[in-house]
């Protein structure tokens, strides 16, 4: 599964970004669980939010609940992460991944088998 994520840019705090994650040419995208993390210098990758291969199931970490929103739209082989109310902290590298493993697996990086790129999201204060 090829992922291709994209939407990041620069900022201001209290501001909202919208990310999107396609995977091109995959017939089977709904059946996989999707995951964004996020990533910054000197830390691991770290569990940003999760939705179950129908979308009707998301999972969110503390530091970001209530302020990101993810989706799909299986149609597009597209996931999105809506991003509002940005903090200075949100500023990592994003990355979305495809996995077969449901929650509580799928909080962790162990439990994708394929990973986007990456995109740079920067908040300034």
């Known amino acids: 599964v090829q992922l291709q994520a994209s939407g990041g840019g620069s900022v201001q705090a209290g501001g909202s970004l919208r990310l999107s994650c396609a995977a091109r040419?995959?017939?089977?995208?709904?059946?996989?669980?999707m995951g964004w993390f996020r990533k910054v210098p000197g830390k691991e990758r770290e569990f940003t939010a999760t939705?179950?291969?129908?979308?009707?199931?998301?999972y969110y970490a503390d530091s970001v609940k209530g302020r990101f929103t993810v989706s799909r739209d299986n149609a597009k082989n597209t996931v999105y992460l809506q991003m509002n109310s940005l903090k200075p902290e949100d500023t990592a590298v994003y990355y979305c991944?495809?996995?077969?493993?449901?929650?509580?697996?799928?909080?962790?990086?162990?439990?994708?088998?394929?990973w986007g790129q990456g995109t740079q999201v920067t908040v300034s204060s």
């Open positions: 991944a495809a996995g077969s493993r449901g929650a509580p697996r799928s909080y962790f990086t162990s439990g994708y088998d394929y």
């Open positions: 040419s995959e017939r089977f995208f709904s059946t996989y669980v």
């Open positions: 939705i179950s291969r129908s979308g009707t199931a998301t």
